[in-house]
């Protein structure tokens, strides 16, 4: 079946500008992640979805990062006034349960350049 | 929290020999371990796990990789190296259950050359 799709596959966008992020996992998928891959700090966790329980948010730099997740499946990753820090190549994950042995499996990510 | 260390940034091998990545992690439980590829413009994809059951694990493309307590590693280990395998090599430990979720923490990375 079809795997993770994100989009855009790349985004450009000037300091100070907001951006959103989509994620559509693999259907019947209840948990859902986002992680940041960069040069400097490699891949880092940033928010973890799991069914209808809140969301692990705790992976999150700053406030300024925030995401949804609607009606269990699709998720947008909003980062609002951007800075250049944040660039970086943005990567979403799905599972079938979300336990500690299950497989994840990423989708191809969304590279986001700050100018 | 759990880590992982991955020895050496870059391994350069030559085709037809053998390929070793190394891991270690720091756990003071029985962690899950994982080892991903990612080639160029790509997402990861999954070469294996361990989940506590048997010690040596066989994944994918003729990769396996050794889970020893005693020595917390868990390298990656594969007979023959092909140019397809060259790619970033990432292992990662569910990060369990000190956080009582299930994100990754990944190492740092591994890139591995295949020269012909």
């Known amino acids: 079946g079809a795997g993770v799709s994100q989009s855009p596959s790349n985004k450009v966008t000037e300091k100070g500008k907001d951006v959103e992020l989509r994620c559509d996992p693999i259907?019947?998928?209840?948990?859902l992640y986002w992680y940041r891959q960069s040069l400097g700090q490699g891949l880092e966790f940033l928010i973890y979805f799991q069914g209808n329980s809140a969301p692990d948010k705790s992976g999150l730099p700053s406030d300024r990062f925030s995401a949804e997740r609607t009606g269990g499946s699709v998720s947008t990753l909003t980062i609002q006034r951007t800075q250049q820090e944040d660039s970086a190549v943005y990567l979403c994950?799905?599972?079938?349960?979300?336990?500690?042995?299950?497989?994840?499996?990423f989708g191809p990510g969304t590279r986001l350049t700050v100018l | 929290a759990q880590s992982v260390t991955q020895l050496g940034s870059h391994v350069s091998v030559s085709e037809g020999a053998l390929v070793l990545l190394r891991c270690n992690y720091s756990?003071?439980?029985?962690?899950?371990l994982f080892w991903y590829v990612q080639y160029p413009n790509q997402g990861l994809q999954l070469l294996l796990k361990?989940?506590?059951?048997?010690?040596l694990v066989k994944g994918i493309n003729g990769f396996e990789a050794e889970f020893k307590k005693s020595e917390t590693s868990f390298h990656l280990t594969k007979p023959s190296a092909h140019m397809s395998d060259a790619a970033e090599y990432f292992c990662a430990v569910s990060d369990f259950p000190s956080r009582g979720n299930t994100p990754l923490v990944f190492g740092k990375g591994t890139r591995l050359s295949v020269i012909a």
């Open positions: 361990y989940t506590s059951a048997a010690t």
């Open positions: 259907s019947g998928h209840t948990a």
């Open positions: 756990s003071s439980v029985p962690p899950y």
């Open positions: 994950a799905s599972s079938s349960a979300g336990t500690s042995t299950d497989t994840q499996y």
